[in-house]
T-cell receptor, first 114, second 110 residues
Framework: EADIYQTPRYLVIGTGKKITLECSQT?????MYWYQQDPGMELHLIHYSYGVNSTEKGDLSSESTVSRIRTEHFPLTLESARPSHTSQYLC?????????????FGPGTRLTVL | QKEVEQNSGPLSVPEGAIASLNCTYSDRVSQSFFWYRQYSGKSPELIMS????GDKEDGRFTAQLNKASQYVSLLIRDSQPSDSATYLCAASGGSYIPTFGRGTSLIVHP
């Protein structure tokens, strides 16, 4: 079944730890995105990728990094987590054809840094 | 600066009524428009896409687009309490990245 998967769904971690948020999709999409969203607030684009070995920073300055080694996989890494990183992280993908700009979102990872 | 503007609400409607959600966009080259529904604590879910002027209907939902006025709307007929959520409007132009509005909170009360 075509879908977008994010793991973990919830993560509580201490300050200074390195974390990687996983995102995988079986939608057959070439474009993938990471958004950050605080409760009740707007979406902020932090990273995007148009294909393998292509990554760009988004509108919101972020201390995270991403990689795109495989089309279906777009992990996000925080080298040293801080309480200010506490937020919901949403992965999305978009595809091909006439619906090329339709973004589909994964379930999200809720990150709490103590 | 591309902008998508939405009234934050909340918009409160009684069950069974028509809910009307509105959105304006600033980038005239925008060609694709989307409505997402987001329940509290959940991720956005795409419910409607519209690409040409006029109306597009899907079940209880109707999206309306007026490019001359740079205006997009979403009508929800026979509103149900389960429609209570935040509705995000998004517009996309030359790039693959849509610009999202801040969302309108809809409350459907029994």
């Amino acid at each position: 079944e075509a879908d977008i998967y994010q793991t973990p769904r919830y993560l509580v971690i201490g300050t200074g730890k390195k974390i990687t948020l996983e995102c995988s999709q079986t939608m057959g999409h070439d474009k993938m995105y990471w958004y950050q969203q605080d409760p009740g607030m707007e979406l902020h684009l932090i990273h995007y990728s148009y294909g393998v070995n292509s990554t760009e920073k988004g509108d919101l300055s972020s201390e995270s990094t991403v990689s795109r080694i495989r089309t279906e996989h777009f992990p996000l890494t925080l080298e040293s987590a801080r309480p200010s990183h506490t937020s919901q992280y949403l992965c999305a993908s978009s595809g091909v054809g006439t619906a090329v700009n339709e973004q589909f979102f994964g379930p999200g990872t809720r990150l709490t840094v103590l | 600066q591309k902008e998508v503007e939405q009234n934050s609400g909340p918009l409160s409607v009684p069950e069974g009524a028509i809910a009307s959600l509105n959105c304006t966009y600033s980038d005239r080259v925008s060609q694709s428009f989307f409505w997402y529904r987001q329940y509290s604590g959940k991720s956005p879910e795409l419910i409607m896409s519209i690409y040409s002027n006029g109306d597009k209907e899907d079940g209880r939902f109707t999206a309306q687009l007026n490019k001359a006025s740079q205006y997009v709307s979403l009508l929800i007929r026979d509103s149900q309490p389960s429609d209570s959520a935040t509705y995000l409007c998004a517009a996309s132009g030359g790039s693959y990245i849509p610009t999202f509005g801040r969302g309108t909170s809809l409350i459907v009360h029994p």
